[in-house]
């Protein structure tokens, strides 16, 4: 890299989990957010992308009803879902590493694979039942 250029790596975005049975009116659809990171996010911005999170895998329920979305790859993002159990969803936002220059933001989204975040939410979701049990009880 010149000295004009710098570097930044993947980072996680956000993180979340949750329940779409619960919160089913507008006045209680907060409720189906069991978890979200960054904690300081405004309530309106977790319900934004939750709403985004459940679009997706109800759109890909249309093309595959038992299997439905994994991961959606964008420039700037990557989203990882897993269903953690019947109705508990754990979604997991990458920011893609990037360079920038002085001509502008170059993101390189294919220097990343998806096995890992899903291996990572799978264990994150295992460590979790060992010590409370499931997220549904």
């Given at each position: 890299?010149?000295?004009?250029?710098?570097?930044?790596?993947?980072?996680?975005?956000?993180?979340?989990?949750?329940?779409?049975?619960?919160?089913?009116?507008?006045?209680?659809?907060?409720?189906?957010?069991?978890?979200?990171?960054?904690?300081?996010?405004?309530?309106?911005?977790?319900?934004s992308d939750v709403g985004l999170s459940e679009a997706f895998v109800n759109f890909s329920r249309t093309f595959s009803p038992t299997k439905p979305c994994h991961t959606v790859h964008t420039e700037k993002t990557r989203q990882v879902f897993f269903q953690a159990e019947e109705d508990v969803w754990m979604v997991l936002w990458v920011l893609n590493p990037k360079t920038?220059?002085?001509?502008?933001?170059?993101?390189?989204?294919?220097?990343?694979?998806?096995?890992?975040?899903?291996?990572?939410?799978?264990?994150?979701?295992?460590?979790?039942k060992l010590f409370n049990g499931s997220m549904s009880s």
């Amino acid at each position: 890299l010149s000295m004009a250029a710098s570097s930044t790596p993947a980072s996680v975005s956000k993180f979340f989990v949750y329940d779409p049975r619960l919160g089913p009116t507008e006045e209680t659809e907060h409720e189906k957010i069991l978890f979200y990171y960054p904690a300081s996010a405004s309530l309106s911005q977790q319900l934004s992308d939750v709403g985004l999170s459940e679009a997706f895998v109800n759109f890909s329920r249309t093309f595959s009803p038992t299997k439905p979305c994994h991961t959606v790859h964008t420039e700037k993002t990557r989203q990882v879902f897993f269903q953690a159990e019947e109705d508990v969803w754990m979604v997991l936002w990458v920011l893609n590493p990037k360079t920038t220059t002085r001509d502008g933001e170059k993101f390189h989204e294919n220097e990343l694979q998806d096995d890992p975040f899903h291996t990572t939410l799978m264990q994150a979701y295992n460590m979790f039942k060992l010590f409370n049990g499931s997220m549904s009880s």
